[in-house]
């Protein structure tokens, strides 16, 4: 469950399970809380599953079995991919370098069995896991003015100087440890990470001292998300090729020998995959799932949509083929052919970009 379900239902907050943890769905007014998160700063908790690895050998073990090189150098971090055999993501995951030991960040639902699967496959390794989600409190802090927050609140150090990078220093009297993120938003971002213990005492901090932030749940994070032109684990990137998705970030094509790597690299060096995510206008808003044509032909599928509350009209994620006929789109809702257009991502141009923005190349 959330860290602070007290905390959360004092300012109104709702529920909901994501990966099988309990986390807030929103605090009322997510429409007004989005547009005040991309005018100013919002703040949520993340409901992250989190690996602690140990052990002389903890870079290489991760770093040989993930799609991304992972940093050598304490306070340095990298977005990474598990694949399967046939290239298809498992999961994704950030891996930061915390000295003695990494820090993996996980969709919640992978990390016990993650850690397990990790711990049954080493042999001689100096290497160890563990799970430990109910240790730690990750806050996300997001928008324009969301590097001005961090430093009205953050002692003992200075604002971390590149992406997936992190200083350590004081929120209050608490320790916390805070990474520039990959504004996945469309924001300036950042991540705050403390001890469990701590965890009230640094969200209150977040949302009441210094610059004000307003708190917001994961309603409002699929929202801000889906303007941005981000694919989520849930929705998108699970199961799917990432060269598909355009999710070149997650990837290292000079590093080899990790599981789904000869798959990744044969669709690299074809020039381009069988399908891409793209953004679709849309007159009425569909479900997941909802079959997108081309003229007669079946083309793809919306992953995700939703109302845009800066563009006040609904729009959509899709994963289309590559190679389609050039005529009209369609999706179909309720059985009835409904005009889409393809648009250019990210819907939305805000502070930053998302690292994760689908590109091809």
Not at 209 to 229: K, S
Not at 271 to 280: A, D, E, I, K, W
Not at 281 to 300: K, L, N
């Amino acid at each position: 469950m959330t860290v602070l379900e007290s905390v959360h239902e004092a300012h109104g907050a709702t529920f909901r399970e994501v990966g099988g943890r309990r986390v807030v769905d929103n605090y009322g007014r997510p429409e007004r809380t989005h547009r005040a998160v991309r005018n100013v700063v919002g703040a949520m908790e993340y409901g992250y599953g989190v690996i602690v690895v140990t052990g002389e050998d903890r870079v290489d073990y991760i770093d040989n079995a993930a799609s991304n090189r992972v940093p050598d150098d304490d306070g340095a971090g990298c977005y990474a991919l598990l694949l399967d055999p046939d290239g298809r993501v498992d999961t994704d995951m950030y891996v930061y370098n915390a000295g003695e030991r990494l820090l993996v960040f996980t969709p919640p639902q992978k990390a016990e069995d993650l850690a397990a699967e990790w711990a049954d496959k080493t042999f001689i390794q100096d290497v160890e896991f563990e799970e430990a989600t109910d240790d730690f409190a990750v806050f996300g802090v997001h928008g324009p003015k969301a590097t001005e927050k961090i430093a009205s609140v953050l002692h003992q150090t200075g604002t971390p100087p590149a992406p997936l990078t992190f200083e350590r220093g004081e929120l209050g009297d608490a320790g916390v440890s805070v990474i520039r993120t990959d504004n996945l938003a469309g924001e300036e971002s950042y991540d705050v990470v403390c001890s469990a213990d701590d965890a009230e005492a640094v969200f209150d901090t977040l949302v009441n001292r210094g610059l004000n932030a307003v708190p917001f749940g994961y309603r409002t994070w699929e929202t801000l998300t889906l303007e941005a032109g981000t694919p989520l684990f849930d929705t998108e990137i699970e199961g799917a090729l990432p060269n598909d998705l355009g999710l070149r970030n997650a990837l290292d094509f000079e590093k080899g020998c990790y599981v789904g790597q000869e798959v990744v690299s044969r669709i690299e060096n074809r020039g381009h995959p069988t399908q891409r995510l793209v953004g679709l206008a849309v007159e009425e808003c569909p479900e997941s799932g909802a079959a997108v044509f081309a003229g007669d032909e079946h083309v793809g599928d919306v992953t995700r949509a939703g109302q845009s509350p800066m563009r006040e009209a609904p729009i959509a994620l899709a994963n289309l083929s590559w190679e389609r006929p050039e005529d009209a789109l369609t999706i179909r809702i309720d059985g009835e052919p409904v005009s889409a257009q393809q648009v250019d991502l990210p819907f939305i141009d805000g502070s930053a970009q998302s690292a994760r923005l689908p590109t091809y190349e």
